[in-house]
Nanobody, 126 residues
Framework: QVQLVESGGGLVQAGGSLRLSCAAS????????MGWFRQAPGLEREFVASISYSGGATYYANSVKGRFTISGDNAKNTVFLQMNSLKSEDTAVYYCAAAVPPFRKPIYSLDVFDYWGQGTQVTVSS
């Protein structure tokens, strides 16, 4: 079992920055893949970014590439999502997720993730 707790959401103006955190317990980061997904009202949950358990590979949705950065701190067992140059279309509930190997699909697929956090709201005002 993996427990995930997100924090860091809030209200920010367009062009601003936020950093989301996801504290994991139950497994160490170097044994799982971690991802961030988001869901806006009326839309399906979508992939944002993910990082492999070795930290050697990262993946990003095209819509956030160059603006968002995913990283992990093994000592704190925490994954971060640094979000810069935020746009109104980034407004959503952001969810942290964990996937335990072996992976049935690439770690940018929603259904490869086994554990989910409760979500944190990010609102970008234009």
């Amino acid at each position: 079992q993996v427990q995930l707790v997100e924090s860091g959401g809030g209200l920010v103006q367009a062009g601003g920055s936020l950093r989301l955190s996801c504290a994991a317990s139950g497994r160490t980061l170097n044994s799982i893949a971690m991802g961030w997904f988001r869901q806006a009202p009326g839309l399906e949950r979508e992939f944002v970014a993910s990082i492999s358990y070795s930290g050697g590979a990262t993946y990003y949705a095209n819509s956030v590439k160059g603006r968002f950065t995913i990283s992990g701190d093994n000592a704190k067992n925490t994954v971060f999502l640094q979000m810069n140059s935020l746009k109104s279309e980034d407004t959503a509930v952001y969810y942290c997720a964990a996937a335990v190997p072996p992976f049935r699909k690439p770690i940018y697929s929603l259904d490869v993730f086994d554990y989910w956090g409760q979500g944190t709201q990010v609102t970008v005002s234009s």
